[in-house]
């Protein structure tokens, strides 16, 4: 098991018409992990981030957070053999169509994408090593 954070801030100035606008920014972010073997041919692993950023310049603010999290399922039913079941999801500011947005901010520049939907992502795999 495991969990940390980070805080950052900090200042900058652009010029924009030839004019000098000061901007601040301060954003934290959040992780945690686990990781359990209830038996020996049995592993189960969950991890999530999140995160939050706003950035201030005169009378505006912009404010974005992001969510994501994954988990495994590890099966060895013999000693070469991991067949896993894994799982992610990101999830970003959702617009409320089936489309993911995405907002960059930098200082007064704003970048916007979007882009089709895909959900969340299970994968079925068998490794065998050697």
């Known amino acids: ?3 940390d954070g980070r ?13 000098v606008v000061g901007t601040r920014t301060n954003s934290y972010a959040l992780h945690g992990n686990a990781t359990i073997t209830p038996v020996p041919w049995l592993e189960l ?22 969510l994501s999290h994954s988990g495994a399922v590890h099966v060895f ?7 896993s079941l894994d799982y992610d999801h990101v999830r970003r500011q959702l617009a409320a169509d089936q489309y993911k947005r995405m907002s960059l901010f930098n200082g007064i520049n704003t970048y916007t994408y979007a882009y089709t939907l895909c959900g969340r992502t299970v994968v079925l795999r068998a490794t065998f090593k050697l």
């Open 7 to 19: 805080y950052s801030f900090g200042g900058d100035e652009q010029a924009v018409n030839e004019t």
């Open 45 to 66: 692993r969950y991890d999530v981030n999140y995160g939050w950023s706003r950035s201030r310049y005169s009378e505006k603010s912009n404010t974005t957070t992001s």
């Open 1 to 3: 098991m495991g969990a």
């Open 77 to 83: 039913p013999i000693a070469n053999l991991d067949l």
